[in-house]
């Protein structure tokens, strides 16, 4: 029964913040699925255009998740050791990190668009929508950071609620600012495809602002108000970089071999390009699983590691691997079956569905895999090891695009693009698990 007792309490925890944690993402999600159904009516060089500039962004949101990983552990695993005082320190200098790198990184960008936009490869028309939207998001690339680092420090200690329904009003807001703005309803100017990312830009800062009024009243016992320097610390960035820096190193990998898929997809076509754009939206949406589980295990394994506790750090891994697994096997399976109906839900171009339809049904058949990657990277960050998943998930994650590059050239289809992770997946969770279990021996020793 005591077992019984403690293995409930251990599901229960890890239900308690891989739950929130999904459904945030999938909020986040669907903003940018919202953002893309709303666009889709203007034609497939705006959806072509947004899509390429998206990836931009999430290059560069990536790059600052060195500091929301970093603070995510250090507070769980400050936590964990019953040291608030240091987790709200740790809190308090990320989010002013954030807008001292955040500030001159978008004054860069805005000059840059343009030519980051370049390297895409795109017809002069989907080149030009892309580079007004990227121009509007770079503005205000604070905002959007802060949003995920105070989500992420939110997490670390404990409270994956609050994130979630902070980015579900923002979600309500962004519907209704997306839509106004994009076609000139209620009484707002009528901006085209740039509407959408005003109406991003402005509802994620609405959430950034509330987010760091809660951390300022603070939750389970980590605040950024009271007593404590406002002045930034190098210590402290360093202590963050330490071990967010890896993590934000393996994203910007990921990100950017995504991104590579985007010019080899572009040389298919742009009803290619657009029909990769409406995948990917749709496949991220299997993807909440194993981010929300990965999450969780990082945050639980950390805050076990800070207080000595290392079979529920063993534990919380094994309860996250194996729902991971189960939800996204079945989101993988809907999506087999349900492929075709899903794109047509964006555009019914006969070719653009099919196009889209066959690569939903080539990532779909990657997902307990994925699962499984996402749960054993993210345990291994709680302990406070990143660089050994920036290690295997970069280099494998190239892999998949060098395989893409030859696959098109073999067979110009986009299916076969994302066929390639049906590849280098298997490979990669292969990978990963000796690594945890190279770091669970190491216990037991």
Same mark, same amino acid.
């Given at each position: 029964?005591?077992?019984?007792?403690?293995?409930?309490?251990?599901?229960?925890?890890?239900?308690?913040?891989?739950?929130?944690?999904?459904?945030?993402?999938?909020?986040?999600?669907?903003?940018?699925?919202?953002?893309?159904? %709303?666009?889709?009516?203007?034609?497939?060089?705006?959806?072509?255009?947004?899509?390429?500039?998206?990836?931009?962004?999430?290059?560069?949101?990536?790059?600052?998740?060195?500091?929301?990983?970093?603070?995510?552990? %250090?507070?769980?695993?400050?936590?964990?050791?019953?040291?608030?005082?240091?987790?709200?320190?740790?809190?308090?200098?990320?989010?002013?990190?954030?807008?001292?790198?955040?500030?001159?990184?978008?004054?860069?960008?805005?000059? %840059?668009?343009?030519?980051?936009?370049?390297?895409?490869?795109?017809?002069?028309?989907?080149?030009?929508?892309?580079?007004?939207?990227?121009?509007?998001?770079?503005?205000?690339?604070?905002?959007?950071?802060?949003?995920?680092?105070?989500?992420?420090?939110?997490?670390?200690?404990?409270?994956?609620?609050?994130?979630?329904?902070?980015?579900?009003?923002?979600?309500?807001?962004?519907?209704?600012?997306?839509?106004?703005?994009?076609?000139?309803?209620?009484?707002?100017?009528?901006?085209?495809?740039?509407?959408?990312?005003?109406?991003?830009?402005?509802?994620?800062?609405?959430?950034?602002?509330?987010?760091?009024?809660?951390?300022?009243?603070?939750?389970?016992?980590?605040?950024?108000?009271?007593?404590?320097?406002?002045?930034?610390?190098?210590?402290?960035?360093?202590?963050?970089?330490?071990?967010?820096?890896?993590?934000?190193?393996?994203?910007?990998?990921?990100?950017?071999?995504?991104?590579?898929?985007?010019?080899?997809?572009?040389?298919?076509?742009?009803?290619?390009?657009?029909?990769?754009?409406?995948?990917?939206?749709?496949l991220s949406l299997s993807f909440l699983?194993?981010?929300?589980?990965?999450?969780?295990?990082?945050?639980?394994?950390?805050?076990?590691?800070?207080?000595?506790?290392?079979?529920?750090?063993?534990?919380?891994?094994?309860?996250?691997?194996?729902?991971?697994?189960?939800?996204?096997?079945?989101?993988?399976?809907?999506?087999?079956?349900?492929?075709?109906?899903?794109?047509?839900?964006?555009?019914?171009?006969?070719?653009?569905?099919?196009?889209?339809?066959?690569?939903?049904?080539?990532?779909?058949?990657?997902?307990?895999?994925?699962?499984?990657?996402?749960?054993?990277?993210?345990? %291994?960050?709680?302990?406070?090891?990143?660089?050994?998943?920036?290690?295997i998930t970069g280099i494998l994650n190239?892999?998949?695009?060098?395989?893409?590059?030859?696959?098109?050239?073999?067979?110009?289809?986009l299916w076969v693009v994302w066929a390639?992770?049906?590849?280098?997946?298997?490979?990669?969770?292969?990978?990963?698990?000796?690594?945890?279990?190279?770091?669970?021996?190491?216990?037991?020793?």
């Open positions: 029964m005591i077992v019984s007792r403690e293995q409930k309490g251990i599901r229960r925890r890890v239900f308690d913040l891989a739950v929130p944690v999904i459904g945030e993402n999938l909020l986040q999600t669907l903003m940018g699925v919202v953002d893309t159904l %709303l666009v889709a009516g203007l034609g497939v060089a705006a959806l072509a255009g947004v899509g390429a500039s998206l990836q931009v962004v999430f290059v560069l949101l990536a790059a600052m998740s060195a500091l929301a990983v970093g603070a995510s552990v %250090l507070v769980a695993q400050a936590v964990g050791a019953g040291n608030l005082g240091e987790a709200s320190r740790i809190a308090r200098q990320t989010l002013i990190w954030s807008v001292v790198i955040a500030v001159p990184l978008s004054l860069l960008g805005l000059p %840059l668009s343009p030519v980051l936009m370049g390297f895409f490869g795109l017809e002069p028309e989907v080149a030009a929508i892309g580079t007004e939207y990227l121009m509007v998001t770079m503005g205000a690339i604070a905002t959007l950071t802060i949003m995920l680092l105070a989500s992420a420090v939110l997490r670390g200690a404990g409270d994956a609620q609050t994130p979630m329904r902070i980015t579900a009003m923002a979600n309500l807001v962004n519907l209704g600012l997306s839509w106004a703005l994009i076609y000139g309803h209620l009484g707002m100017p009528e901006l085209g495809a740039v509407g959408s990312a005003w109406g991003t830009v402005l509802s994620r800062g609405m959430g950034a602002i509330l987010l760091v009024l809660v951390l300022i009243r603070g939750r389970n016992g980590v605040k950024v108000g009271g007593a404590g320097s406002w002045r930034p610390e190098r210590t402290a960035l360093g202590s963050v970089l330490h071990i967010g820096l890896p993590a934000a190193l393996e994203e910007v990998l990921v990100i950017t071999a995504l991104a590579a898929l985007t010019p080899i997809v572009a040389m298919l076509g742009t009803v290619e390009l657009a029909a990769h754009r409406i995948a990917f939206n749709i699983p194993g981010l929300g589980f990965g999450l969780a295990a990082t945050a639980l394994v950390g805050q076990a590691v800070g207080a000595g506790q290392i079979d529920k750090a063993q534990a919380y891994t094994r309860v996250a691997l194996r729902w991971a697994v189960l939800w996204m096997s079945g989101l993988g399976l809907l999506f087999i079956f349900f492929a075709a109906p899903l794109i047509r839900l964006f555009n019914d171009d006969p070719t653009l569905v099919a196009s889209g339809s066959g690569a939903i049904i080539a990532v779909a058949l990657t997902q307990p895999l994925w699962a499984a990657t996402f749960v054993y990277a993210g345990a %291994l960050r709680g302990t406070g090891d990143t660089r050994t998943p920036l290690i190239w892999l998949a695009v060098v395989i893409a590059l030859v696959g098109v050239w073999l067979v110009p289809a390639a992770f049906l590849i280098s997946g298997p490979i990669e969770t292969y990978f990963l698990w000796r690594a945890w279990r190279s770091v669970v021996r190491a216990w037991e020793a």
